[in-house]
């Protein structure tokens, strides 16, 4: 969550013109696409902890009633930006853990789009995520127990 703080008190103070896109804005752009209808709010500072305030069907929730999917692409897409993934290879490993299909497609699809010149590597075992890409970008570790 410090990564998050950090990125969202930056937002208010960002020239865009100058630096483009901020942290913030790029997670929360990301977010909103990849789990929609769920929409990440904003940072709400407390006494002792920063609380995160996401949407859905117009009722607000905090980190702590968030699904473990909502979860999951939070910390991809965080993990990304504070490593400052850009002409990188990024390795997601089992890209479909905690994801509901649609959200693996989502994602998936979002990255890919993202202008930030990465080559990413998705590890999965799930057949519905092979199918989102073409025969060429795939390749076959074989089955469990095979020795490679």
């Not at 896109?21 to 940072?43: A, D, G, M, T, Y």
């Not at 400052?84 to 998936?108: F, G, T, Y």
Request: contains cysteine; aromatic residues 10%; negative net charge.
């Amino acid at each position: 969550m410090s990564w998050l703080s950090v990125y969202y008190r930056k937002h208010f103070n960002w020239n865009t013109e100058k630096y483009g896109e901020s942290n913030w804005h790029q997670i929360q752009r990301l977010f909103n696409q990849v789990c929609h209808p769920v929409k990440l709010i904003r940072l709400e500072s407390g006494p002792d902890i920063d609380t995160l305030i996401v949407e859905k069907n117009n009722t607000e929730y905090d980190l702590l009633q968030m699904s473990s999917g909502e979860h999951q692409v939070l910390r991809i897409l965080v993990g990304m930006v504070a490593e400052v993934a850009i002409n990188s290879i990024v390795l997601i490993d089992e890209v479909e853990l905690h994801l509901h299909p649609v959200w693996q497609e989502r994602l998936i699809e979002a990255l890919r789009e993202e202008p930030s010149n990465n080559q990413y590597i998705f590890t999965t075992h799930s057949p519905f995520v092979k199918q989102l890409f073409f025969e060429n970008e795939i390749i076959e570790l074989g089955e469990l127990g095979e020795q490679i």
